[in-house]
């Protein structure tokens, strides 16, 4: 097979290519230190769909749980070739050049090649439809892109080219227009986080974005529970920045309701920043307001939050969280 990859004309590369996928690891590793990662690679510059079609998919087999076979693979110059795939007028071949470059970028050695290869703008504009090809790019080839930019977001030095892309604002337009309980917009949620966590200019961008609020109490009432984890986190680091200007424009998306039932039922960490969440949100002059509703709801809200503090999530504290959400929504 290695001689046959190394060596053989076109016709004869694609069928070992393809029995790659059938051998075991170790054969594999044995195939990657024989030499056939090059040809495998110089088959993707082919013009003909099996020859390219035959070598993702050992690429794909090769990657497969080795990193360094990631590298190997990246050091052979596959991404301008698979950056070349993607721009081709073929939805499979697309998905599977996407599949690799999904795969690649998780060895964090390829991550800065990747990024400075082009790879983020295309991405993008993929995402965003900018090609003809876009109007059938499945459901999974945007979860491999939102995927792949995860990856990527990891090393603190590419966020500024995935906000010099617009990255951010097509990723929170995404995020709004989808269903927030899909798993896609769970990814995208997370790479959302990803960035705006890591980059002060990215959260500036985030908060001056007129649908984030309403978008991220809209995730924490009706995301999956990894979701609700991320939205929240968001929420949080937006308020952190700014309480003063951020606070208001929460409550008026009503997400004390939200937060309340997230300090209850959600996932650890989504419990954790609900409750840190509500603090920065709770009114800290309840004495000299002159609503005896306002007043009420806050010293209901007290008592909630000190039985939640005290890890009391039984039938009583449940019921007084149903309580309380139903007064907010008074």
């Not at 020859?51 to 794909?60: D, K, V, Y």
């Not at 790879?119 to 459901?139: D, G, T, W």
């Not at 019921?319 to 907010?328: D, Y």
Request: overall charge negative.
């Amino acid at each position: 097979m290695a001689e046959t990859l190394l060596f053989g004309e076109r016709e004869a590369q694609i069928l070992p290519a393809r029995q790659i996928g059938k051998l075991n690891s170790k054969q594999k590793q044995r195939l990657a230190e024989n030499g056939v990662i090059s040809p495998l690679v110089l088959m993707l510059h082919n013009q003909d769909y099996e020859s390219i079609e035959a070598a993702l998919f050992a690429l794909l087999n090769l990657a497969f749980g080795s990193e360094r076979n990631k590298v190997g693979i990246t050091k052979a110059g596959a991404i301008p070739a698979i950056l070349k795939i993607l721009q081709w007028q073929n939805e499979s071949l697309m998905e599977l050049a996407l599949a690799a470059l999904l795969i690649l970028s998780s060895c964090s050695a390829n991550k800065l090649e990747i990024a400075s290869s082009g790879a983020i703008q295309l991405l993008l504009e993929l995402l965003e439809s900018r090609f003809p090809i876009c109007e059938s790019v499945s459901h999974q080839a945007k979860f491999d892109i939102i995927s792949t930019l995860h990856n990527l977001s990891t090393v603190p030095q590419i966020i500024p080219s995935i906000l010099i892309s617009g990255g951010l604002i097509t990723l929170i337009q995404l995020i709004y227009d989808s269903e927030k309980s899909s798993e896609f917009v769970e990814k995208a949620m997370a790479l959302l986080e990803s960035i705006v966590s890591s980059s002060d200019v990215a959260l500036n961008q985030a908060c001056e974005a007129s649908i984030v609020i309403p978008m991220l109490v809209e995730a924490v009432e009706e995301g999956s529970a990894a979701c609700q984890e991320h939205a929240v986190g968001i929420l949080l680091l937006i308020c952190k920045s700014c309480r003063e200007r951020y606070r208001g424009m929460i409550l008026k998306e009503g997400a004390m309701a939200g937060l309340l039932q997230l300090s209850v039922d959600g996932t650890w960490i989504a419990r954790e920043k609900a409750k840190a969440l509500i603090l920065l949100l709770r009114d800290r002059n309840n004495g000299g307001s002159s609503s005896r509703v306002k007043h009420s709801k806050n010293v209901a809200l007290e008592e909630v939050m000190r039985q939640i503090d005290r890890g009391e999530r039984g039938g009583t504290c449940i019921q007084m969280v149903e309580e309380m959400i139903a007064k907010l929504r008074t």
